[in-house]
């Protein structure tokens, strides 16, 4: 005796229902039970059978047949449907217009009735005035009254006495009248408060967000170099599509400095795995990061142009503390080098990169010549979803050593983080 479960299979598999593993339940059945395939060829049998059966056909004026049948039961039905649905029949003209006169008459009286409460309040205070015939007039001071005393008094010979405050029953003084802004009375006005200052709100510091293939333009420029010029550390948060391509292309911009790629960054590349990297160095000066950014912008120029842009918008934001504060847990340390000025000569935020300068650049990082210093390291790191112990990645080590060993002044400390635009 088989299960139902077996019966069921066994069945579905005849109509061909099965899925691929229940299919490979049943073949393995059908190998293993005698009585399963016993019931599997009469079960198929039997489906053959019905298949081949003659197909009926109905005799004709059959549907005729059949409302001639059903008409004596119609007609039944309704007679005893109109036997109990004698109430349910509409009420007749006479009496909705009944019911709608009654309901007009209630209002009516209704309102009568309120209007009425109400009339004897007012006739009472229209006819029964409380005006005073001879209203009291406001009592005059007299006059103070000097009185004679004796001369042993310590010398004194008067004194000035005067009668109690009378009560005053009705103060006759005007009002004061307003001042005009232009009259000479105004200098003697109380002093009125400037509300115009006392609303003024000063709007937020906003951070320039910039599209990336339009960092070589001159209103871009002039946004990205005054905040490079005014901060101690520059933050840029660089949204792109994928951040693995465009980890490769970046890299590329960075080819005239030394990049020191973590091992887990670089196995998370190779790989293609969906990563946010992190860029930092303290080498560069304000004008090499433009440049580097600007080198950019033409490379995604060139990119957009066959439809393989890869880089959106960037945010460049000051070093804030909540960015020392992810750089100290990304290195391990607490780079306690970024919460204070450098020492030594300060940068001449006065005058702009020249032409020449930029040109000089940009042509060192195309050909990687030696006008660049190849100790300048910049670190790249995962952020996101995984981030590597500082602690035991050589690549942080070694950064670190040399950023000891080589701080110069005039360098920003740069972190950019490279990541999708979802997140």
């Not at 109690?164 to 009002?175: G, L, W």
């Not at 860029?279 to 060139?302: D, H």
């Not at 930029?358 to 300048?376: E, F, H, I, M, V």
């Not at 952020?383 to 920003?412: H, T, W």
Request: include cysteine; hydrophobic fraction near 35%.
């Amino acid at each position: 005796m088989l299960p139902d479960r077996v019966y069921q299979l066994l069945t579905a598999a005849v109509d061909g229902e099965l899925t691929d593993r229940e299919q490979r339940a049943v073949n393995k059945l059908l190998r293993e039970s005698v009585e399963a395939r016993e019931f599997y060829e009469k079960l198929k049998g039997d489906a053959h059978a019905l298949r081949n059966l003659p197909r009926a056909q109905l005799p004709p004026h059959f549907g005729t047949q059949l409302l001639q049948k059903l008409a004596p039961v119609y007609r039944a039905n309704a007679n005893e449907t109109d036997g109990r649905n004698v109430f349910s029949r509409r009420l007749p003209v006479w009496a909705n217009l009944a019911a709608a006169a009654a309901v007009l008459l209630a209002i009516s009286a209704g309102t009568y009735l309120v209007m009425s409460q109400n009339e004897p309040e007012r006739s009472v205070a229209k006819n029964n005035p409380t005006k005073p015939e001879n209203p009291p007039t406001a009592k005059q001071p007299e006059s103070p009254v000097i009185v004679q005393k004796s001369s042993d008094q310590n010398g004194k010979t008067a004194e000035l006495l005067s009668n109690p405050r009378p009560e005053i029953i009705a103060d006759n003084r005007e009002s004061p009248k307003a001042v005009e802004p232009g009259s000479n009375d105004a200098l003697t006005a109380p002093p009125r408060p400037a509300y115009d200052q006392l609303f003024k709100v000063d709007p937020p510091k906003l951070p320039p967000i910039l599209t990336v293939r339009e960092l070589d333009q001159d209103a871009s420029r002039q946004k990205l170099m005054e905040l490079l010029k005014k901060s101690d550390g520059v933050h840029l948060d660089l949204f792109c599509k994928d951040t693995n391509r465009a980890c490769e292309r970046l890299q590329e911009a960075f080819r005239g400095q030394r990049l020191l790629i973590d091992a887990v960054a670089q196995e998370r590349l190779q790989r293609k795995l969906k990563t946010h990297y992190v860029f930092y160095c303290e080498c560069l000066t304000a004008e090499e990061i433009y440049v580097i950014l600007k080198a950019l912008a033409i490379e995604e120029q060139k990119a957009e142009a066959k439809r393989e842009g890869q880089f959106d918008k960037l945010v460049a934001n000051p070093l804030s503390p909540n960015s020392v504060k992810t750089l100290s847990m990304l290195l391990g340390v607490d780079p306690k080098w970024l919460q204070s000025k450098p020492g030594g000569a300060k940068r001449d935020t006065s005058k702009p990169i020249s032409d020449s300068t930029a040109d000089s650049l940009s042509k060192s990082l195309k050909s990687g010549s030696a006008s660049l210093r190849t100790d300048k390291i910049v670190l790249v790191l995962p952020y996101n979803p995984i981030r590597p112990n500082p602690l035991a990645s050589k690549e942080v080590l070694q950064f670190l050593d040399s950023v000891q060993k080589d701080r110069r002044p005039g360098r920003i400390p740069l972190l950019l983080v490279l990541r999708t635009a979802e997140n």
